[in-house]
């Protein structure tokens, strides 16, 4: 099918209602997306491999974890994930949620989530034992 110099049909005018599927910004935006998206599956694949975990501070003193699961047995990743479930004066109880993804072996039961509190002195967190 071909189109004179003005973009019009052999049969007539181009039918410009006809909605299309994707715009031209939408499709970069797609674009821009995807690569961000492989870009960080790259960098936390080789970050892992190279340190063998990764942690983000959510605040003093829950974090995120992430880490490689490497045994005669198994090989995974496993995460950490802790939540603030109260919090008193100078003392902090923090629920730790795990989680294991394997690929070989079986993983570990996480069992239930794991509650400890902490108490700030000076500038650092001391363990003060379980939740109450």
Known sequence: MAFDKVGNLPDGPRDKTSPRRFSALGGCLLAILAGALGFL?????LSLGARGELAWRL???TEVRVWLLRGEDIDGIGWSRGSVVDRRDSTVCVRTLVGFWTWRGTAPDPGSPACDCYERQGSTWVGAGGCP
């Open 41 to 45: 599956c790259t960098w936390t694949a």
């Open 59 to 61: 605040g003093q003193p």
